[in-house]
């Protein structure tokens, strides 16, 4: 048994048991736990939380590593910060971890509002926490930051979605379904059935590159830019960076949450009226698209962005696209630091 999804590796998190979490497309999963990482004091009034959902194939540890620090925006000397793992992500209760009863391909259909209410009663029943400072996440971290700020306006006094939409596009739901069955087209899958995710290398491999072509941009490759984080050619970056970063995830647990991932949608809070769903926001929100991104574009975003009262629309500047959100851009963190930093300012 692979110990990808361990502490050695992805650093230091608690499970916290939030009881049974009742699910939107019907079913419960009893005894849910989510993977938590927490940094900083919560202070006495508890009204300095911030909340931080991880993104696919993310874990709490890339958050860490890339976007907290003393001195940055997301500075534990000021904020108590919670990192919530998403569930399926492998750490928080997933198909690779389940009991018996829904693990692997028995694992339910999950939905984006189901993290926000697991992460709700965590909040609420084991931090006793009313309202967050901020919530702020990167793609389908930005996806639960929209449905957080629509399911709980007055919970959420300020939100930043990065690089992902409150609604996902039909363009974005179709790459999605190629990476879902670049993993399932591969025999050793065997319909969610293999012994362990090394079998199914051949589906991960290609799942790696269809990543690479969307996940960097066009622009990301001409300017180099692969050479300049250390690999000879685009073969190489596939092979020693791409294929690899991949290849010890589950693959159930990578299904798991592309299925919700597709499916994002504030829009099920109101039946069906997007417009209405995102007049519900009520945090001051920076909306933050990066340039060059080449699947949550600036334009899908900036569609959403002018309906949401209290919002701006920030867009990161980065050739890297989609996964300069691995803090591949330099520039663009110090970009991000300073449209957080000016968010958190008291309103
Ligand atoms: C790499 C993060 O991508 C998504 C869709 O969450």
């Known amino acids: 048994m692979s110990n990808y ?3 050695e590796i992805h650093g230091p998190y608690q499970l916290i048991n ?6 939107y497309e019907g079913g419960v999963i009893e005894e849910c736990f989510l993977a938590i990482s927490t940094f900083g004091k919560l202070n006495s009034e508890k009204s300095n939380a911030i909340l ?13 590593d890339a976007y907290i620090g003393e001195g940055r925006a997301l500075d534990p000397d000021k904020y108590f910060i919670i990192i919530v793992n998403q569930i399926g ?5 997933s198909p690779s971890n389940a009991p018996e009863k829904i693990h692997g391909k028995k694992f339910p259909k999950i939905r984006i509002c189901d993290d926000v209410d697991a992460q709700h009663k965590l909040l609420k029943e084991h931090f006793k926490i009313n309202q967050l400072e901020l919530v702020v996440g990167g793609s389908m971290g930005a996806q639960q930051t929209f449905e957080w700020s629509v399911r709980y306006p007055d919970f959420v006094k300020r939100a930043a979605p990065i690089a992902g939409t409150a609604k996902n596009s039909e363009h974005d739901f179709v790459f999605t379904d190629t990476l879902i069955e670049a993993i ?14 090394k079998q199914v290398s051949i589906g991960l491999e290609r799942h790696a590159k269809l990543w690479t072509v969307m996940g960097w941009s066009t622009e990301f490759f001409r300017a180099a830019r692969h050479q300049s984080l250390g690999f000879k050619d685009i073969h190489d970056f596939i092979a020693n960076f791409m294929i690899p970063y991949f ?9 798991t949450m592309a299925y919700k991932w597709q499916r994002a949608d504030v829009s099920l809070n109101t039946e069906g009226d997007l417009l209405s769903a995102l007049r519900k926001i009520k ?13 949550f574009t600036c334009q899908d975003c900036l569609a959403e962005q002018k309906s949401i009262k209290n919002s701006q629309l920030k867009v990161l500047d980065s050739i890297d696209g989609h996964l300069g959100l691995f803090g591949t851009d330099s520039k663009m ?14 309103i």
């Open 18 to 23: 939030i009881g049974n979490l009742n699910l």
């Open 52 to 64: 931080i959902p991880t993104w696919y194939s993310g874990t709490s540890k890339i958050m860490l």
């Open 184 to 197: 399932t087209s591969d025999p050793a899958y065997q319909s969610g059935d293999y012994e362990n995710s």
């Open 247 to 255: 290849s010890e995830m589950d693959p159930n647990n990578l299904l």
């Open 5 to 7: 999804y361990s502490q």
């Open 89 to 93: 992500n492998g750490l928080s209760i």
């Open 333 to 346: 963190m110090e970009q991000l630091d300073l449209y957080l930093k000016d968010l958190l300012l008291e």
């Open 283 to 295: 945090a001051k929100t920076y909306v933050m698209p990066i340039s060059h991104d080449m699947f």
